[in-house]
């Protein structure tokens, strides 16, 4: 079975930096690209990174680049997202999610989120 | 970047009723786009990708087309279950863009 678990999510004030996690299990990690998607409170779905499986492409949301670094570690099932120079704006729940395919790029499985607040 | 339009931006409907929703692309993106559904405090949940093929094991009362620009998410028969909101997402180019979403309550 797929899993997807973040984690690294919490409170943070304007300007700080957090790094999130996401542990995979149950697929070839190595295989698949994987991304970042956020949600906002009450809001609909953004984008914000994608990593192919051997880390050579990497693409972001303008809302994030310069601000955001994705990265993974194949030997450890890891996906990561480190955020500096956090914006109120990027108050969401953020999801990782596995790319299925490498012409379509749907998110086939996702994690269960993780929250992240920036706030005073 | 592309602007993905969802309408309506929320409807209500019976159990067995046949619902209809539509994403209009704000230029060209060929069959690329998917459906994702989210329930209140969940995952979203993939659907369907290249604008008409279904995700294995997602019921066959859900259905995808395109026109052009225009495509349509199609619950032929509502189901209790299906009471979420339905996301559209273009993956034509970057950034991958959705729609605002369309939440499905009941009548």
């Known amino acids: 079975e797929v899993q997807l678990v973040e984690s690294g999510g919490g409170l943070v004030q304007p300007g700080g930096s957090l790094r999130l996690s996401c542990a995979a299990s149950?697929?070839?990690?190595?295989?698949?690209?994987m991304n970042w998607v956020r949600q906002a409170p009450g809001k609909g779905l953004e984008w914000v990174s994608y990593?192919?499986?051997?880390?050579?492409?990497?693409y972001y949301a303008d809302s994030v680049k310069g601000r955001f670094t994705i990265s993974r570690d194949n030997a450890k099932n890891s996906l990561y997202l480190q955020m500096n120079s956090l914006r109120d704006e990027d108050t969401a729940v953020y999801y990782c999610?596995?790319?299925?395919?490498?012409?379509?790029?749907?998110?086939?499985?996702w994690g269960q989120g993780t929250l992240v607040t920036v706030s005073s | 970047d592309i602007q993905m339009t969802q309408s309506p931006s929320s409807l209500s409907a019976s159990v067995g009723d046949r619902v209809t929703i539509t994403c209009r692309a704000s230029q060209s993106i060929a069959g690329y786009l998917n459906w994702y559904q989210q329930k209140p405090g969940k995952a979203p949940k993939f659907l369907i990708y290249a604008a008409s093929s279904l995700q294995s094991g997602v019921p066959s009362r859900f259905s995808g087309s395109r026109s052009v620009t225009d495509f349509t998410l199609t619950i032929s028969s509502l189901q209790p279950e299906d009471f979420a909101t339905y996301y559209c997402?273009?993956?034509?180019?970057?950034?991958?863009?959705f729609g605002q979403g369309t939440k499905v309550e009941i009548k």
């Open positions: 997402q273009q993956s034509y180019s970057t950034p991958w863009t």
């Open positions: 990593i192919s499986s051997s880390s050579s492409t990497i």
């Open positions: 999610a596995s790319d299925g395919h490498v012409v379509w790029h749907y998110f086939d499985y």
């Open positions: 149950g697929f070839t990690f190595s295989s698949y690209s």
